[in-house]
């Protein structure tokens, strides 16, 4: 099922931030919320299938769905991406994006390289932003020390990190996530949005 095209208010984007597991996507996504409680920016919140891990909170991290609850989504069209990443499946609620950007704010999404790859095919004017590791034998080690895989999960974790890595090409901006400089990070990601906003105050996303 093909749901109605959406556009959004001038000026609102749809903002893409992407990179490989263990990269630091959820840290920095969690520095930009606190920078900017800032109603013209919505961050949405992905549905998956993955179980919850003990620090994550259900509807504020993800939203942990069953598969056939994630599957039904996606029968009736309610998903703007789906994809299976290390054996689990996520996706992006199309209505949280459709209403920030009909409410002039911008839809800022945390998403894997497939479902990047996704959304810039249905929406060319999304801007996407690639979060890489300073190397991936630092990945490597921030993969290890978080814990939260098994050490089969982690070793193939890594494996995929170094394909996606490759796809650097296929982004806007790229953006160095170094160890201890998560803040700085942030910045960097502020600064590309900013920039984006000056140069295209007039621009409306169809989703």
Not at 31 to 49: A, I, M, Q, S
Not at 114 to 130: C, H, K, T, Y
């Amino acid at each position: 099922m093909t749901a109605a095209r959406c556009v959004g208010e001038p000026g609102a984007l749809l903002a893409i931030i992407s990179g490989p597991s263990g990269v630091g996507k959820d840290t920095i996504i969690e520095v930009l919320r606190g920078r900017h409680p800032d109603p013209r920016r919505h961050f949405v919140v992905t549905c998956t299938t993955r179980e919850r891990r003990r620090s994550e909170m259900d509807g504020q991290n993800y939203h942990f769905l069953s598969s056939e609850a994630f599957a039904a989504l996606r029968e009736h069209g309610a998903l703007l991406e789906a994809s299976e990443v290390h054996g689990n499946w996520y996706g992006t609620p199309r209505d949280q994006v459709v209403d920030a950007l009909a409410g002039g704010r911008d839809a800022i999404l945390k998403i894997d390289v497939q479902g990047a790859r996704a959304i810039r095919q249905q929406v060319p004017d999304a801007l996407l932003i690639f979060l890489v590791p300073p190397s991936l034998d630092e990945l490597y080690g921030r993969l290890t020390a978080r814990r939260t895989e098994s050490p089969e999960e982690t070793r193939r974790r890594y494996e995929d990190a170094a394909l996606e890595l490759a796809r650097q090409d296929d982004y806007d901006h790229v953006v160095v996530n170094a160890t201890g400089d998560v803040a700085g990070t942030a910045e960097r990601i502020d600064e590309i949005l900013r920039k984006e906003h000056r140069l295209h105050p007039q621009r409306r996303i169809a989703v």
